[in-house]
């Protein structure tokens, strides 16, 4: 082979070589292999460990039904003793804060000169007597008219009105409890001259107290009389008093468009004071049990309220229609039923869907 042939046959070669290497690869349509990265073993992602939180079970609750007032507790008498005659006091026969019987004597006043002039009536009226039964006789005997002894009948009668006015005027000057009560904080001591109409203390009748009350006129149908009624005290708000309407005005309150009530309270304890603030419940019947749930299970947000709700060992938030409030128990519509589980602490740790462990498994109380 000629040398010329031999460099010919080599460039071919060589062309051919490089047509290969070139479109070889995108024939076969396979990019080439990428560079194999070491493997590493994966490693598993951490468990969320269950928040703890506190729990009570959802319970059945009477609610009454019935409307929400204020009031004031009023005594059941009272009266501020003034005496109708002038006079200086001599003698006070009770202790402020006590608590006096109907008749018993409060007060006494200097009664020297009304007992001397109901003296001097009685003897004017023994004279006037004596006059008149020896009139009845002369004119009997003819001596004397009818019409004299008609005037000596009524110059009798005269000093009889005399005698009956001195002897009240004598009992006014003893001041007595018009019924039994709880005497006040007297205005007076031994020796004060008092005017008619002077105050001198108070006496208030505080068992039962009464309590008076307003309701909106819508519930007119609903009141009568003998109605039960519940009263709690901001000055005592551990307890709570039933009384009965026993009153109801006849006319509507113009101003409020509300009905005006009033009802009686036992006090034998005499724990309440007349003039006390009270929260008064007016109830309409009893209603069938309603699911309950204790005040710090809500979740309020905006105008809604929320209970968390634990099932399956997770927290589950539940939109609610609450009712009405009792005891530290709130009635719930719709929402929860009995025997659910939903969290009363711990709600600021959890969201819905998180995994909780309750701490304190208990029935609401």
């Known amino acids: 082979m000629s040398k010329s042939s031999i460099l010919v046959f080599v460039a071919a070669a060589l062309i051919?070589?490089?047509a290969a290497g070139f479109y070889g690869p995108r024939l076969l349509n396979k990019p080439a292999p990428a560079p194999v990265a070491p493997k590493v073993a994966a490693t598993p992602a951490p468990t969320a460990k269950p928040v703890e939180v506190h729990a009570t079970k959802v319970v059945l609750a009477a609610f009454p039904r019935g409307v929400a007032a204020v009031g004031s507790l009023r005594a059941d008498e009272?009266?501020?003793l003034r005496p109708e005659i002038a006079g200086r006091i001599v003698e006070i026969r009770f202790t402020e804060g006590q608590r006096v019987q109907k008749g018993q004597v409060l007060i006494r006043l200097d009664d020297?000169?009304?007992?001397?002039?109901?003296?001097?009536?009685?003897?004017?009226?023994t004279l006037a007597k004596s006059k008149f039964d020896r009139a009845i006789e002369l004119q009997q005997k003819g001596f004397i008219s009818k019409q004299a002894r008609d005037e000596?009948?009524?110059?009798?009668?005269?000093?009889?009105?005399?005698?009956?006015?001195a002897q009240a005027r004598l009992d006014k000057s003893t001041l007595r409890a018009p019924f039994s009560g709880v005497i006040g904080l007297r205005n007076v001591s031994v020796g004060n001259y008092v005017q008619e109409g002077s105050e001198i203390v108070t006496i208030q009748a505080i068992d039962p107290l009464?309590?008076?009350?307003?309701?909106?006129e819508l519930y007119m149908s609903d009141v009568r009389q003998g109605q039960t009624l519940e009263i709690a005290l901001d000055a005592m708000p551990d307890k709570r008093y039933e009384g009965k309407v026993f009153a109801i005005s006849p006319l509507i309150d113009e101003g409020g468009r509300a009905i005006v009530m009033r009802a009686q309270v036992n006090n034998k304890g005499g724990d309440l004071r007349p003039g006390m603030f009270a929260r008064v419940r007016l109830l309409f019947g009893a209603t069938q049990p309603s699911p309950a749930v204790q005040e710090t299970a809500l979740v309020p947000q905006r105008d809604e309220q929320y209970v968390f709700v634990v099932r399956d060992n997770r927290?589950?938030?539940?939109?609610?229609?609450?009712?009405?409030?009792?005891?530290?128990?709130?009635?719930?519509?719709?929402g929860v039923?009995?025997?659910d589980m939903v969290v009363t602490a711990g709600h600021q740790k959890i969201r819905d869907g998180l995994?909780?462990?309750?701490?304190?498994?208990?029935?609401s109380r």
């Open 16 to 18: 051919v070589g490089a």
């Open 78 to 80: 009272s009266v501020t």
């Open 112 to 125: 020297s000169i009304t007992r001397a002039e109901l003296a001097q009536a009685r003897a004017n009226h």
């Open 152 to 165: 000596a009948d009524n110059v009798m009668r005269v000093q009889e009105a005399a005698m009956d006015l």
């Open 210 to 216: 009464k309590v008076d009350f307003r309701i909106p």
């Open 315 to 334: 927290a589950q938030q539940v939109k609610v229609e609450i009712g009405q409030r009792r005891d530290g128990l709130v009635e719930v519509l719709a």
């Open 337 to 339: 039923k009995e025997g």
């Open 355 to 363: 995994a909780v462990t309750v701490m304190n498994p208990v029935a």
